[in-house]
């Protein structure tokens, strides 16, 4: 797809939304990586635009969420939080706070990456990325893991109601429940998530048997990672099982939540990645030659997520560089400024100790796959 077109969605709007204080959950990280990509001039030029977030309507919204629920949400936001409201997960945990402008925010942010589904639709853009994106632990009358509106469900669901073949790739830490709860007994949208072990992280959904039922059955991957799980390991499983799913799928368009919470140092989390994968990985789809709607997602460490999204940034772009252009705030884990590789991370070392606790695992589980999913589609 030489030349091809992207769109950076975003504005000072979102910007004025944030969770409590006291909750790991920053938004702020979006506009952080806006003002990183605009310092370094990468978000104009002749095939790269931003554009402004629009908030979602409620009808789209119904698509997937109940009007119950969004109603319980609009209230809680207006300090009218009650019983019903608690049962459908809105104030009952510290990950899902009731706090002002917590509809209004989510339904812009979800309004953002279906803005950025319409502009592949139209033609308009043949990438966009919606960092404020990536809600997938919602449900339809349920908030989860920080998650209210389920931005990139609805996306999918715009998507394959236009007639397209849509592959969803989930490389946040925790496994993307709310998408794969939304298709799981569909055929039309794929989804793929590779996520820490889930019996040791939240969700706890995720494992390999999860393959989606019906229609569905083969359609809905699930790739648990070991605790620990480095570069090599991830791109390994990577190339042995999406890859090929991929190739056997034939999307018409791919949809992307890129939470950053893999990375080594994330406070709520336990991989040891690097961001030069989702480099590696980025690249791999572009290869396919699909349009790519990509989001944000998890993300804890609030430094390292915004130079792991200004990274992907410009490689979806195609204005990868390697040249230190950016050298000012060290890579992942260095714990100081005086790293020259720009916004990609150092390599980290890995021992043999960390391979053997990892690789025999990683192992186990993409055969599992494999047997599981593979035969159904002719692989």
């Known amino acids: 797809m030489a030349g091809r077109t992207a769109a950076f969605i975003h504005s000072k709007e979102i910007e004025r939304y944030s969770y409590p204080l006291d909750c790991p959950f920053k938004t702020e990280r979006a506009g952080k990586v806006r003002r990183t990509l605009a310092s370094m001039a990468l978000l104009s030029g002749p095939n790269v635009r931003e554009v402004a977030p629009v908030a979602a309507d409620r009808s789209t919204l119904k698509k997937f969420h109940t009007a119950r629920y969004l109603q319980a949400l609009k209230r809680s936001q207006e300090g009218k939080w009650d019983a019903e409201a608690m049962r459908m997960g809105i104030g009952a945990a510290g990950d899902c706070p009731v706090f002002p402008g917590m509809y209004d925010y989510g339904v812009l942010a979800a309004g953002a990456t279906l803005v950025g589904a319409n502009l592949i639709l139209s033609g308009e853009a043949d990438v966009a990325f919606n960092p404020s994106g990536g809600y997938h632990h919602a449900f339809e009358e349920k908030a989860a893991g920080f998650c209210y509106i389920n931005d ?33 007994g569909r055929s039309d949208v794929m989804t793929i998530s590779l996520h820490e072990n889930p019996k040791v992280l939240f969700p706890g959904t995720g494992f390999e048997d999860e393959i989606g039922e019906g229609k569905g059955r083969g359609y809905c991957v699930n790739l648990p990672l070991p605790v620990g799980t480095f570069d090599k390991a991830y791109m390994y499983a990577f190339e042995s099982v999406v890859l090929p799913l991929l190739k056997a799928y034939n999307a018409d368009v791919i949809v992307f939540e890129l939470g950053a919470d893999t990375l080594a140092g994330d406070p709520l989390a336990h991989l040891h990645l690097t961001n030069n994968t989702y480099v590696e990985i980025i690249n791999r789809l572009l290869r396919i030659g699909k349009p790519i709607l990509a989001t944000g997602g998890g ?61 025999p695992a990683l192992e186990t589980s993409i055969e599992t796959v494999k047997a599981k999913v593979f035969p159904l589609h002719g692989l």
Request: some cysteine; aromatic content about 8%.
């Open 152 to 184: 990139v469900a609805l996306a999918c669901m715009v998507l394959a109601e236009a007639g397209n073949r849509v592959l969803y790739l989930d490389v946040d830490v925790h496994n993307g429940d709310g998408v794969a709860h939304a298709f799981y």
């Open 299 to 359: 993300g804890y460490h609030v430094e390292n997520t915004v130079r792991a999204w200004a990274l992907a940034w410009t490689v979806l772009s195609e204005q990868d560089y390697d040249d230190g252009m950016s050298a000012a705030v060290g890579g992942v884990m260095l714990e100081s400024t005086d790293w020259q590789g720009g916004l990609r991370d150092r390599e980290l070392a890995i021992t043999s100790q960390q391979k053997e606790a990892v690789l």
